[in-house]
């Protein structure tokens, strides 16, 4: 079974400009995930999305933003990119509420 | 508030010695926690986790206790391996409804000299 992909794995972007991640979780599984990795503050929940909907949201601005797609695909997008918003940004998928959740290698996004 | 916090940012340790990572928690409605592993450029896999009913959990060379009283878990690795260096992340887990909630605290590196 394929693992948790994530593209694209690098982005450079400068500050104001938006930007879209995408997450594809391991087949089958329905819920997905997104985390904030940041040396400082380490993994920070962003939100999960499971069946298409938004079901948890952490403390994070209107900036940060997601959806789900009827595959279980889902995307992550910031709008008005912040310098502070460089990090490393994970997407994890699991089965069912209760499962393990399985990470991908993360998108690395760097603003200038 | 940080309800799960790795108060250690780093630790070394010599190769075949223990490992001991820690990890403090406020919030007492976890029902679980866990323990992930992540190297550079991957990201955090499953490593070992308690139930907030059990007080130790061990798989090989990895083992978690729970001391309830005082919100506190730790992580015991032995002997440690050069392949142990990695990031420890901490994390409670909390049933919400029908959902289930990961907190996790801010990881631990740790370097294992051979």
């Known amino acids: 079974k394929a693992g948790v992909t994530q593209t694209p794995r690098y982005l450079i972007k400068t500050r104001g400009q938006q930007v879209t991640l995408s997450c594809s979780p391991i087949?089958?599984?329905?819920?997905v995930s997104w985390y904030q990795q940041t040396p400082g503050q380490g993994l920070q929940f962003l939100f999960e999305y499971f069946s298409e909907t938004q079901r948890n949201k952490g403390n994070f601005p209107g900036r940060f933003s997601g959806r789900q797609f009827s595959n279980s695909r889902s995307e992550m997008n910031v709008s008005t990119l912040e310098l502070g918003d460089s990090a490393l940004y994970l997407c994890?998928?699991?089965?069912?509420?209760?499962?393990?959740?399985?990470f991908g290698p993360g998108t690395r996004l760097t603003v200038l | 508030d940080q309800q799960v916090k790795q108060n250690s940012p780093s630790l070394s340790v010599q190769e075949g010695r223990i490992s001991i990572l820690n990890c403090d928690y406020t919030?007492?409605?976890?029902?679980?926690f866990l323990w992930y592993k992540k190297y550079p450029a991957e990201g955090p896999t499953f490593l070992i986790s308690i139930s907030s009913i059990k007080d130790k959990n061990e798989d090989g060379r990895f083992t978690v206790f729970l001391n309830k009283s005082a919100k506190h878990l730790s992580l015991h690795i032995v002997p440690s391996q050069p392949g142990d260096s990695a990031v420890y992340f901490c994390?409670?887990?909390?049933?919400?409804?029908?959902?289930?909630?990961?907190?996790f605290g801010k990881g631990t590196l740790l370097t294992v000299n051979p």
């Open positions: 994890a998928s699991k089965q069912g509420s209760y499962n393990e959740q399985f």
């Open positions: 087949s089958g599984h329905r819920s």
């Open positions: 994390a409670g887990g909390m049933i919400m409804g029908s959902n289930y909630k990961l907190t």
């Open positions: 919030n007492s409605m976890f029902d679980y």
